[in-house]
């Protein structure tokens, strides 16, 4: 079992910049998955980014069209904590964000077909 928590959601103008926080994974020596859905008030979970690792090596390989050249994730490989810097942000990318995590290869890491374990969430608010 994975407890992720995340953290460092607020509320910003648009334009502005905010930076989450993921921790609870520890270190797996096979493939994993990780990355970051969110989920807007009665919309369906989105698939923001997600990549795939090994051990201590990580890739975030798959982002979102909505987020690409705004949204870049990364991950600490001493801390083990994943991040999702986003910037230029937008009314429209309001939204619980959730950390997922999965201890198997993903093929899509945007489908929520990956998603074996996530957090709590943490609340991003855009206000134009």
């Known amino acids: 079992q994975v407890q992720l928590v995340e953290s460092g959601g607020g509320s910003v103008q648009a334009g502005g910049s905010l930076r989450l926080s993921c921790v609870g994974f520890?270190?797996?020596?096979?493939?994993?998955?990780m990355g970051w859905f969110r989920q807007g008030p009665g919309k369906e979970r989105e698939g923001v980014v997600g990549g795939r690792g090994k051990g201590s090596t990580f890739y975030a390989d798959s982002y979102a069209d909505s987020v690409k050249g705004r949204f870049t994730m990364s991950k600490d490989s001493a801390t083990n904590t994943l991040y999702l810097q986003m910037n230029s942000l937008k009314p429209e990318d309001t939204a619980m964000y959730y950390c997922w995590a999965s201890h198997a290869y993903c093929g899509s890491p945007l489908h929520p077909e990956s998603y074996a374990f996530w957090g709590r969430g943490t609340q991003v608010t855009v206000s134009s």
């Open positions: 520890v270190y797996f020596p096979s493939d994993y998955c």
